[in-house]
């Protein structure tokens, strides 16, 4: 395991400053920040890169989210104690964590193997215990719903359809929707079963994908 050591407390403290500066103002999200040692979720030569706000290459043509759009999208989430997460892409498993130092009980799907099985492993360790499934975002998780919110971690085309029937109604869905570029979209579900949609900035995600990546 890393140390987690004043230095990289340091950094971590500088990253915060950062968010803070960028317009992060949710005091839940901006602790968990603070506290989750991010370095831990990038391979040990790349220490140096963990606390610059930039999303870095993590294998299987992924990347570990740049700080501020982890945040952004958690904040967005307004996650409160004892939610129902379901998260497509788990990655790294960083924003999962985040998701789980909040408050959330977190059902996360990863569709390539090898970052499934990594995550798995290495979550528990630092006393993270999502749900994992290796799976399809696209379907979701339709045994395990209704879920309070719903957050996408890649660009999608469009809205899945079957992630809003797993939406409760008053919930939240985050999704970064669009092709080459992806703008920030915030999904309410109505009693009537329509959407309420707000939008914000523009990022930049790696494609939402279907089906499962087996091993080659």
């Known amino acids: ?51 610059v706000d930039k999303a870095f290459p993590i294998g299987s043509g992924q990347t570990i989210s740049q700080p501020y759009t ?3 999208q958690t904040e967005l989430l307004d996650i409160k104690r004892g939610d129902k997460v379901l998260e497509i892409g788990t990655g790294s498993g960083y924003q999962t964590a985040i998701l789980l130092e909040v408050g959330a009980k977190v059902f996360s799907i990863e569709r390539q193997r090898e970052l ?23 379907i979701g998780k339709p045994t395990y719903g209704p879920f309070d919110k719903i957050l996408i971690t890649a660009g999608a085309p469009s809205v899945p359809e079957k992630l809003i029937e797993q939406l409760k109604v008053g919930g939240l869905m985050v999704i970064p929707l669009g092709e080459k570029t992806q703008i920030m979209i915030r ?24 089906g499962t990546a087996l091993d080659k």
């Not at 395991?1 to 971590?12: H, P, T, V």
């Not at 499934?116 to 696209?138: E, I, R, S, T, V």
């Open 1 to 51: 395991m890393l140390n987690d050591g004043f230095k990289e407390q340091g950094l971590r403290q500088q990253l915060v400053k950062e968010i803070i500066k960028k317009g992060i103002k949710s005091s839940k999200v901006i602790d968990a920040i603070a506290k989750i040692p991010r370095h831990m979720f990038m391979d040990s030569a790349f220490v140096n890169f963990a606390y």
């Open 70 to 72: 982890v945040a952004f």
């Open 116 to 138: 499934f099985l990594k995550a798995q492993q290495f979550l528990p360790k630092m006393g993270y215990n999502p749900q994992f499934f290796l799976g399809d975002g696209y």
């Open 187 to 210: 999904l309410t579900k109505l009693e009537d079963g329509s959407l309420k949609e707000e939008r914000f900035e523009e990022f930049s995600f790696v494609p939402m994908l279907k």
